[in-house]
């Protein structure tokens, strides 16, 4: 097996949120951009070993050994405090984690989950690591049922899409905005590179939804939301479309500008959507629209 290594956040052993049915979810350290509205802020950059967390550890977990930040992971209880007290939107308790302990952890829960979601963070940025895990995966005769996605930004070039394809069976693309300067806003980055990965997805059914985060006075406008769909639907209107409400929980506090999004937003984005043959996937219902627009 790989003893190729990935740089590991954080995991859920089952999760129904994160893809279709139960599934076992691994956030990769490190992303490309930096998004302002990001529900995982501490996943973006790696750990400068500052050392300004290591007196908020209540469980002494951190230390500094020759400039370097060390983890121990046997004596954390996960309470985040050192996270939170990061100024640089890293996460100092990652460890990097083995394609073989990766595969025996999915072998303990393996009767229990539909598959796996590689999330972060970037997770494309680690692609050898990605495609050492879901080559074990596709290989081991007790995982091979277990489907294989990943939730990205979309900026891995063509030729890294051609070399994880064979063992994906689909992305969950995020596109933040159509025009490329409110992209370009809201991430650091623009968006030929998402639209490029979205087309090419599709063409070899690797597809598996395109995201917005519906962000009220941000990217709700009618104008903006017709482009979107647009782009969308020229591709394939038959592509799942999930409409997602900004919330302030996990985000930075220069994000609680925004308010939350309400049901009603997401309601009339859909509608919206609707026009170019979108389906919005994943609403709620008209109760909770209407509990969630009081």
């Known amino acids: 097996m790989s003893s190729t290594l990935g740089l590991v956040a954080s995991f859920l052993a089952f999760s129904v949120v994160d893809g279709p049915g139960s599934r076992f979810v691994l956030f990769l350290q490190g992303c490309n951009f930096d998004c302002a509205a990001c529900h995982n802020p501490s996943t973006i950059n790696l750990c400068d070993s500052c050392g300004i ?9 951190l230390e500094s050994v020759a400039g370097v930040l060390v983890f121990n992971p046997g004596v954390c209880d996960r309470c985040n405090l ?17 394609v073989a302990e990766i595969i025996a952890q999915l072998r303990q829960i393996a009767r229990f989950v539909s598959g796996i979601t ?4 970037e997770p494309t ?13 596709k290989s081991d005769p007790d995982l091979s049922h277990l489907t294989t996605l990943v939730d990205t930004n979309g900026t891995l070039p063509i ?18 905005a159509s025009s490329p ?34 962000i009220e006075g ?20 038959s592509i799942p479309v999930r409409l997602m409400g900004f919330r302030h929980l996990g ?44």
């Open 125 to 137: 940025i680690q692609l050898d690591f990605l495609i050492d895990l879901f080559g074990a995966i």
């Open 251 to 294: 985000t930075r506090q220069a994000a609680w500008k925004w308010p939350e999004t309400t049901g009603e937003t997401l309601a009339t984005t859909a509608e919206l959507m609707a026009e170019y043959g979108l389906t919005a996937v994943g609403m709620p219902d008209q109760r909770d629209r209407a509990l969630a627009s009081t």
């Open 118 to 121: 590689v999330s972060g963070g």
């Open 159 to 176: 030729s890294g899409w051609e070399r994880l394809a064979p063992v994906l069976d689909g992305a969950m693309v995020d596109l933040k």
């Open 82 to 98: 050192c996270v939170q007290a990061c100024p640089v939107d890293a996460s100092p308790i990652v460890e990097y984690r083995s």
């Open 181 to 214: 300067s409110l992209h370009r806003r809201l991430t650091g980055h623009g968006n030929d590179a998402v639209k490029r990965s979205i087309r090419w997805l599709s063409r070899h059914d690797k597809l598996a939804e395109v995201r917005l985060l519906v």
């Open 53 to 61: 967390c290591i007196d908020e550890c209540p469980h002494h977990a």
């Open 218 to 237: 941000v990217t709700d406008d009618p104008k903006e939301i017709r482009s979107w769909a647009r782009f969308v639907g020229q591709v394939d209107p």
